[in-house]
């Protein structure tokens, strides 16, 4: 027996408790120990039923992902043949769902001949989310179970579902609210003696075949890219069109495919890698927080205004600061006609909106931020500006309250230098629009405490974000990096290629929007400033002058309607326009180049080499702890395809010594804005990864 299994019995009833923390998965371990235990029952005279439960909180979160890429012991059953047998058993097995049943879990719970849950159990097939389907007959007993719909919705979208509902689709027998074990075991007696109930027997039948391509149909504009949505909807119209069996192979034959495919192992390295960022040197359970009971952003603009949605979207009062009592108005009235506009596509009711806009309050007084746990100053890049208000808060705010910087790009550590309490100063970076993008880089400055960091750790995980530890540095983590490879794609509009192109490219490996559509929205003149002011840092670098000639034609992007593309009215996707293109052909003339063709292979290939390249230069210097933490930063805050599973792990996929070879390549073209990392010149020496490394 292995202790990630304990067996107790009570009666004619044995009970199986799997005890296998923190998520009860069915590893290796767990899978045995079930298997071998199933098979002592169906011989054991004494014992008239069995129940599988789980310890703790949770039931089962499903396989252990962990061993996916491990050679299976051969003592080891396959989970859907442990699954079978425990279906197949002549005496009656009960499956208590005393928490959360995922994935495995849940399959493990329909092989079972009866289901009861906890009041507060929550069943799930969420192997979607992981670029797979339920590979251990979930496709085949869910919609034996629930319907075509239902297991569609379930399997499909991969949200669990409570007990409650769970209890009305059919899905489970009972719900069980006092003390869950002794409830199970009564009810274990009431059904002994009643025979099995096999799902896989039940038959099925379809009233509406349209439904799969209806499906198909729905998941179209949230599937790019992605091959698991679609092959769920087959395995479960399979389920419809064939015996049971066949439709266990099939689905076997696809779960194996998907789970060894590139797509899948990315959305896995995603998986652990958001469980990672949480992890920080020097944090745990114990470190002191203070708790966020009320804020502050000072700065009434378009993103001061989203981060304070973010507090009051939290139940947290905030107050908003502006120099004029126009610019808080103003501030305030965009806020409300951002929710309105909620209310009206029905996400939240009018109610919802009248509790959130009593927590936001304006001021100009900074005396009235005296008492708030923390204040995150949101205004124009400016160091002085900033360093001024610094110096406020300072004066007003209550001594253990922390002075937070949502600047994207400037030196948190000299702001700090202007306040007596650089132990409280960080830098909390939202991206826009704020209260949207789930993306925020916590930035640690050479002075922040632990008790700081861990408060604004918590703070991301209260306002729903996935908050990023990163260190000081040009652009932090993700502007960084994205400055760098919006450079490369600029600089190869000026030898020959042209933005639509670019983005064409860009857009088909399964970004949103390719860099100069992203440059239209984010701001031509916004790209321009930042620009001057990276001329301090390098000026002595190629520079980009198309990107200089387009700022001084007056088009700003999307808001004049014209930047790099033309906007029509009302639309927000932009078409080529023939006068930048003119603009395109005299700065490539000026600057001396013969314009040249760019296959699409190449400009990704140069796009990337400059993302990843830059990205193991910020490892280098420490400000990001992890290639993984990289990765969370591009999939949630620019849209990297989660199935690509982010730059340093694509990087791993393409192989480091081929990158590195390019990055040498490239470097001639551009200089030291491709200067060969030499962390990436020896892991890619080392046979070493990007993906996996850390700086501890
Ligand atoms: C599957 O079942 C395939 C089958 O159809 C077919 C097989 C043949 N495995 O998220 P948390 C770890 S695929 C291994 O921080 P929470 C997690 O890494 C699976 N480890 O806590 C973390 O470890 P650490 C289908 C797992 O309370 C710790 O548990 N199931 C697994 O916020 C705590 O996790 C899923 O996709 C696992 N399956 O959320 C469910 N699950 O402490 C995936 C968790 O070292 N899991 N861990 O960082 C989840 O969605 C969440 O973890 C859960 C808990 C909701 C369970």
Same mark, same amino acid.
């Given at each position: 027996m292995t202790e990630v299994i304990k067996f107790d019995k009570e009666d004619r009833i044995g009970l199986i408790t799997i005890d296998n923390?923190?998520?009860?998965?069915?590893?290796f371990a767990v899978v045995k120990g079930i298997a071998n235990t199933v098979a002592n029952f169906v011989e054991d005279?004494?014992?008239?039923a069995l129940i599988i439960s789980g310890a703790g909180k949770m039931f089962v979160a499903g396989?252990?992902? !962990?061993?996916?890429n491990m050679a299976r012991p051969k003592d080891v059953p396959e989970l859907h043949n442990l699954i079978n047998s425990i279906e197949e058993s002549p005496k009656p097995i009960i499956a208590a769902l005393n928490g959360l049943a995922l994935g495995g879990g849940l399959e493990l719970a329909m092989g079972c001949h009866f289901r009861v849950a906890h009041e507060k159990a929550l069943l799930g097939q969420p192997e979607v989310k992981l670029?797979?389907?339920?590979?251990?007959?979930g496709t085949q007993r869910l919609p034996r179970l629930v319907g075509a719909e239902m297991a569609l919705k379930m399997i499909v979208g991969g949200e669990p579902i409570a007990a409650k509902e769970a209890l009305g689709v059919g899905l489970v027998d009972e719900i069980l609210t006092e003390d869950f074990i002794s409830d199970s075991i009564a009810f274990a007696k009431k059904v002994m003696s009643g025979g099995t109930r096999p799902t896989g027997k039940i038959k099925l039948e379809i009233t509406d075949s349209t439904i799969f391509d209806k499906w198909r149909d729905k998941i179209k504009p949230k599937s790019r890219g992605l091959d698991a949505p679609y092959e769920c909807v087959s395995c479960v119209e399979a389920a419809f069109n064939n015996s049971f069996e066949k439709g266990l192979e099939l689905e076997r034959k696809i779960f194996v495919n998907l789970r060894d495919g590139e797509k899948s192992k990315a959305m896995r390295h995603m998986f652990f890698a958001e469980r990672e960022i949480?992890?920080?040197?020097?944090?745990? !359970?114990?470190t002191e927080t203070l708790d966020i009971n009320s804020a502050a952003v000072v700065g009434a603009g378009t993103m001061g205004g989203g981060i304070a949605m973010n507090f009051a979207n939290a139940s947290i009062p905030v107050k908003i600061l502006d120099i004029t009592k126009d610019a808080v108005e103003t501030g305030i009235e965009i806020i409300r006609k951002n929710y309105n506009r909620s209310v009206a596509s029905g996400r939240f009711t009018q109610e919802t909106v009248e509790k959130r806009m009593e927590l936001i309050t304006g001021t100009t007084? &900074?005396?009235?931020?005296?008492?708030?746990d923390i204040v995150i100053e949101a205004v124009f890049e400016d160091m002085e500006l900033k360093k001024g208000i610094f110096l406020e808060l300072e004066k007003v705010c209550k001594s253990e309250a922390i002075l937070a910087s949502n600047t994207s790009s400037l030196d948190i550590n000299e702001i700090a230098?202007?306040?007596? !309490?650089p132990d409280k100063v960080c830098g909390t970076h939202f991206f826009s629009p704020a209260n949207v993008m789930?993306? @925020?880089?916590?930035v640690r400055a050479k002075d922040t405490s632990i008790e700081t960091v861990a408060t604004i750790m918590r703070l991301s995980k209260t306002l729903k974000k996935t908050g990023v530890l990163v260190g000081v540095?040009?652009?932090?983590?993700g502007n960084r990096m994205m400055h760098v490879a919006a450079r490369v794609a600029e600089f190869m509009v000026e030898e020959g290629a042209l933005p639509w192109q670019i983005d064409e490219v860009i857009y088909n490996f399964g970004?949103? @929007?390719?860099p100069f559509a992203m440059n239209d929205l984010a701001g031509v003149d916004v790209r321009y400033s930042i620009r001057q002011e990276q001329k301090k840092l390098y000026g002595d670098r190629r520079q980009s002058i198309i990107l200089e000639n387009l700022y001084q034609t007056g088009r700003f992007g999307q808001k004049t309607n014209g930047g790099w593309y033309t906007y029509d009215k009302g639309e927000r996707k932009g078409r080529p326009e023939p006068e930048v293109e003119t603009l395109i052909v005299e700065t490539s003339k000026k600057l001396g180049f013969k314009r040249r063709k760019f296959s699409d292979q190449e400009i990704l290939d140069r796009y990337l080499a400059a993302l990843i390249n830059t990205g193991a230069h910020v490892l280098e210097e420490g400000l990001a702890m992890r290639g993984s933490d990289i990765d969370v930063i591009w999939n949630y805050g &620019?849209?990297?395809?989660r199935y690509r599973g982010g730059p340093m792990f694509y990087a791993d996929q393409v192989g480091l010594d081929k990158i590195y070879k390019s990055v040498c390549n490239y470097n001639t073209d551009y200089g030291d804005w491709l200067r060969p990392s030499i962390l990436l010149e020896r892991l890619a020496s080392e046979g070493g990864s990007l993906g996996k490394y850390s700086i501890d």
């Amino acid at each position: 027996m292995t202790e990630v299994i304990k067996f107790d019995k009570e009666d004619r009833i044995g009970l199986i408790t799997i005890d296998n923390p923190p998520a009860n998965a069915l590893s290796f371990a767990v899978v045995k120990g079930i298997a071998n235990t199933v098979a002592n029952f169906v011989e054991d005279t004494e014992l008239s039923a069995l129940i599988i439960s789980g310890a703790g909180k949770m039931f089962v979160a499903g396989a252990d992902i !962990r061993e996916f890429n491990m050679a299976r012991p051969k003592d080891v059953p396959e989970l859907h043949n442990l699954i079978n047998s425990i279906e197949e058993s002549p005496k009656p097995i009960i499956a208590a769902l005393n928490g959360l049943a995922l994935g495995g879990g849940l399959e493990l719970a329909m092989g079972c001949h009866f289901r009861v849950a906890h009041e507060k159990a929550l069943l799930g097939q969420p192997e979607v989310k992981l670029g797979i389907i339920p590979g251990a007959g979930g496709t085949q007993r869910l919609p034996r179970l629930v319907g075509a719909e239902m297991a569609l919705k379930m399997i499909v979208g991969g949200e669990p579902i409570a007990a409650k509902e769970a209890l009305g689709v059919g899905l489970v027998d009972e719900i069980l609210t006092e003390d869950f074990i002794s409830d199970s075991i009564a009810f274990a007696k009431k059904v002994m003696s009643g025979g099995t109930r096999p799902t896989g027997k039940i038959k099925l039948e379809i009233t509406d075949s349209t439904i799969f391509d209806k499906w198909r149909d729905k998941i179209k504009p949230k599937s790019r890219g992605l091959d698991a949505p679609y092959e769920c909807v087959s395995c479960v119209e399979a389920a419809f069109n064939n015996s049971f069996e066949k439709g266990l192979e099939l689905e076997r034959k696809i779960f194996v495919n998907l789970r060894d495919g590139e797509k899948s192992k990315a959305m896995r390295h995603m998986f652990f890698a958001e469980r990672e960022i949480n992890k920080v040197p020097g944090l745990s !359970r114990n470190t002191e927080t203070l708790d966020i009971n009320s804020a502050a952003v000072v700065g009434a603009g378009t993103m001061g205004g989203g981060i304070a949605m973010n507090f009051a979207n939290a139940s947290i009062p905030v107050k908003i600061l502006d120099i004029t009592k126009d610019a808080v108005e103003t501030g305030i009235e965009i806020i409300r006609k951002n929710y309105n506009r909620s209310v009206a596509s029905g996400r939240f009711t009018q109610e919802t909106v009248e509790k959130r806009m009593e927590l936001i309050t304006g001021t100009t007084d &900074y005396q009235d931020l005296s008492q708030v746990d923390i204040v995150i100053e949101a205004v124009f890049e400016d160091m002085e500006l900033k360093k001024g208000i610094f110096l406020e808060l300072e004066k007003v705010c209550k001594s253990e309250a922390i002075l937070a910087s949502n600047t994207s790009s400037l030196d948190i550590n000299e702001i700090a230098t202007v306040t007596n !309490r650089p132990d409280k100063v960080c830098g909390t970076h939202f991206f826009s629009p704020a209260n949207v993008m789930k993306l @925020m880089e916590n930035v640690r400055a050479k002075d922040t405490s632990i008790e700081t960091v861990a408060t604004i750790m918590r703070l991301s995980k209260t306002l729903k974000k996935t908050g990023v530890l990163v260190g000081v540095g040009d652009g932090f983590v993700g502007n960084r990096m994205m400055h760098v490879a919006a450079r490369v794609a600029e600089f190869m509009v000026e030898e020959g290629a042209l933005p639509w192109q670019i983005d064409e490219v860009i857009y088909n490996f399964g970004f949103p @929007m390719g860099p100069f559509a992203m440059n239209d929205l984010a701001g031509v003149d916004v790209r321009y400033s930042i620009r001057q002011e990276q001329k301090k840092l390098y000026g002595d670098r190629r520079q980009s002058i198309i990107l200089e000639n387009l700022y001084q034609t007056g088009r700003f992007g999307q808001k004049t309607n014209g930047g790099w593309y033309t906007y029509d009215k009302g639309e927000r996707k932009g078409r080529p326009e023939p006068e930048v293109e003119t603009l395109i052909v005299e700065t490539s003339k000026k600057l001396g180049f013969k314009r040249r063709k760019f296959s699409d292979q190449e400009i990704l290939d140069r796009y990337l080499a400059a993302l990843i390249n830059t990205g193991a230069h910020v490892l280098e210097e420490g400000l990001a702890m992890r290639g993984s933490d990289i990765d969370v930063i591009w999939n949630y805050g &620019y849209g990297f395809p989660r199935y690509r599973g982010g730059p340093m792990f694509y990087a791993d996929q393409v192989g480091l010594d081929k990158i590195y070879k390019s990055v040498c390549n490239y470097n001639t073209d551009y200089g030291d804005w491709l200067r060969p990392s030499i962390l990436l010149e020896r892991l890619a020496s080392e046979g070493g990864s990007l993906g996996k490394y850390s700086i501890d």
